[in-house]
Structures are given as structure tokens and as C-alpha cells.
């Protein structure tokens, strides 16, 4: 069987340091592998209009957003085929015949969706688009006859609403779908990245990220503003390292290498953390320290991306080529599900025949 890997983002902003730790940075990792037949990455505007159908243009602006975030990460289009979910009507046809696999109940109960209307106060008034994404995602994860599906934590239900209805889908017309798994950043602190303030995930909507295209000056100030222990008052305080978002940031972003070009009074992060413990180092000193390391993770991919800008003919036809990839494959399983589901009527000839037996 191919390997093949399928994932995508909502266009709804520009892209984070939680994007990059949490998914972006593998999926780089797992394209230069070489290990898969076909790579695809889905800008998912479709998706994102289930809960911003009122603010098209919102989408229309980041849709160029993540593709060119995308490159300036490292995504290679000659071994990614990226596109736009809403340019390939398959995804659309096969949402609708999924719906009958899925319950009202069933979507009502996934636990993203459950918390999704509750942030977005649709208790009362559920766009019936909205319940049903995802199911839309199933057939996005199908139509590329996906194997693997690196995403975050909290898409793991959609993954097994996916399993579910690729199941059903087999049982009742035959074996068809391929069945998805779901892959989860190694990292496991990556997955969830703390906003700089400490108390939610990194969050578009709630202004508190670090951007991948943030200038020095930004990075600066965001980090001065970081969440580390209240009681740590005086430099000679012992200070807590649990829960101290800055600690958190140089878990996963500090490496040996960074010690030795900017804190080389220490050997590595354990050294760092057991002098904050105890006592005697200012929040300014691992401040600082994590404003260079961080510096060294977003400017390359700020400049990559200003460069892109001046090329945006070439980020275009990225996007126009990878639709047209893209659409040859879905329309691929389109057609083996119609083929399933018994309506091919012009696919063939035998449904003529069948039609003309019937009334001889
Ligand atoms: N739901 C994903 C998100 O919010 C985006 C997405 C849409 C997706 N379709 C997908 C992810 C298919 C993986 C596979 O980020």
C-alpha cells in the first residue's frame, strides 16, 4: 500500500510558534524523510467558512498567508502538493454522502466540536455546516486516500470520527476508503504550546502569540511580557521553573549549541533551571537568554517570507498547480465512490445495458 500523508490548516490568521513546534516543523521533517509517495497540504478555506461565513474576505487575505508561511517553512512544493480545499469540488460531493454514515448525535458528542460551539456561543443556533465539518474533514483525509495524518491533539477526535465513517462506508458498499491514522508531534510538550501569558494554548483570536513573521523587536517585547513565577520577586528568591512559561519555551526551543554562543556560564538547561530553584538569577537573564534563542528560530523563516513577497507570482502558481494535482486525485476516489455507491451511471456501459435488459 502508498504512504501518503494529508494535513492542512484553517486559513484564519497568520501562522504561530505553536503552528511551527506543533506541526509545521514535523511535517518538514517527515516530507525530506522521503519515506511517502505522495504529500499533500491542504489550506483549509472551506472549513474555515463553516464558522466565518460571514467574513469572507477574512479567509480570502489568509488563504496567501499560510501558503507563503508554508514555504518560508520549509515546505517544498516539488514534494508538497499544497492547494485550496474549496478549489476541489470532490471534497464537497463526498462530504455529502458521508453525512448519511454520521449521526446528529455522533457529531453533537465529538468532544472539539463540543468545545468549538461552546467558544463560539452557537448553543443555541448551530450552523448545520459547522456540525457537519467533520465529516467534510473525513472526506478531505479519504479523497488523498491518506494513510497518515500528522496533526495536533486536539484533532484526534476528528480522526476517529474519520475511522468511523471510513468503516461504515466499507461495510455497507465495499471496501473503498482507505483507513487514516492520526500521527502526534514526538515532542510531546510541543503539543501544547503556552500562550505567553501562561493560561490558555497560543491563540489567534486572543492576542497572546508569538508570530513566525514577529520582528526582533516584537519577539523582544512579547517575551519581556512572559508569565514566570509571581513569588519570584527579588533576584535572591528561589523561583519556580513548573508552569514558568519562559522554562517551557527553552524546553522545547533551547539547545546545547545556544548555551554556548549566549549563556555559556552554563553548560545546558538543567544547569539554567537549578540556579532559578534555588535562588540568585533574575528573570531578565533567562529573558534575554530566550529572546536570542527564539530570534535564531523566526527571522529566518521573516526573511524567507519577505523575499516570497517579491516573488508572489511564484507563490501562485504554486497554489494553481497543486489545485490541479490535487483535483486528479480526489476526483480518483470520487469516481471509485460513486462506483460503490451505484451511481456511475455514464462511467460505463453497463448501466445501459442493465436499462435495456430491464425492458426487453
Ligand atoms: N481541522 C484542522 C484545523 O483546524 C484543519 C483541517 C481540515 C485538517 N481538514 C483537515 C487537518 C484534514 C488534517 C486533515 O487545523
Redesign the pocket.
Known amino acids: 500500500m502508498q504512504k501518503i500523508i494529508?494535513?492542512?490548516?484553517?486559513p484564519t490568521g497568520k501562522l504561530h510558534l505553536g503552528h511551527y513546534v506543533g506541526s509545521l516543523k514535523n511535517r518538514v521533517k517527515l516530507q525530506d524523510s522521503n519515506e511517502f509517495d505522495e504529500v499533500y497540504l491542504?489550506i483549509?478555506d472551506s472549513?474555515a467558512l463553516t464558522d466565518n461565513f460571514d467574513n469572507p474576505q477574512k479567509i480570502r487575505d489568509n488563504v496567501l498567508e499560510v501558503a507563503l508561511f508554508y514555504l518560508a517553512c520549509g515546505i517544498d512544493p516539488k514534494k508538497t502538493t499544497i492547494f485550496i480545499?474549496s478549489q476541489v469540488p470532490a471534497l464537497t460531493e463526498l462530504t455529502f454522502y458521508y453525512m448519511n454514515l454520521v449521526t446528529v448525535a455522533r457529531l453533537m458528542r465529538n468532544p472539539t466540536v463540543k468545545s468549538e460551539i461552546k467558544l463560539r456561543g452557537f448553543e443555541e443556533s448551530i450552523p448545520s455546516g459547522f456540525l457537519n465539518?467533520p465529516v467534510?474533514?473525513t472526506a478531505?483525509?479519504t479523497a488523498f486516500d491518506?494513510t497518515l495524518?500528522?496533526?495536533?491533539e486536539?484533532?484526534l477526535p476528528?480522526l476517529e470520527q474519520a475511522k468511523e465513517i471510513v468503516h461504515s462506508f466499507n461495510r455497507i458498499y465495499g471496501e473503498t476508503l482507505v483507513e487514516p491514522n492520526s500521527y502526534l508531534p514526538e515532542n510531546a510538550l510541543a503539543r501544547r504550546l503556552p500562550s505567553i501569558d501562561g493560561k490558555n494554548k497560543m491563540s489567534k483570536s486572543l492576542g497572546n502569540c508569538i508570530y513566525l513573521d514577529d520582528s526582533d523587536e516584537e519577539i523582544s517585547k512579547k517575551v519581556m511580557q512572559m508569565y514566570t513565577d509571581p513569588n519570584h520577586i527579588k533576584v535572591s528568591d528561589p523561583g519556580k521553573v513548573e508552569g514558568n512559561v519562559v522554562f517551557t519555551y527553552l524546553d522545547i526551543f533551547s539547545t546545547p549549541e545556544d548555551f554556548q554562543k549566549y549563556l555559556p556560564e552554563y553548560h545546558n538547561l538543567d544547569e539554567l533551571k537549578e540556579h532559578y530553584a534555588q535562588g540568585g538569577l533574575g528573570d531578565v537573564v533567562i529573558k534575554k537568554f530566550l529572546i536570542k534563542v527564539l530570534i535564531d528560530v523566526i527571522k529566518p523563516i521573516r526573511e524567507r517570507k519577505e523575499e516570497l513577497i517579491k516573488n508572489i507570482d511564484y507563490v501562485y502558481k504554486v497554489l494553481e498547480d497543486g489545485v490541479k494535482k490535487a483535483n486528479e486525485k480526489a476526483n480518483k476516489t470520487l469516481k471509485r465512490v460513486k462506483s460503490a455507491m451505484k451511481i456511475d451511471y455514464f462511467d460505463d456501459n453497463k448501466f445501459l445495458e442493465e436499462i435495456k435488459n430491464k425492458f426487453n
Open positions: 494529508l494535513t492542512g490548516d484553517r491542504m483549509a472549513q480545499q465539518y467534510s474533514q478531505d483525509i491518506a495524518v500528522p496533526v495536533g486536539d484533532q476528528m
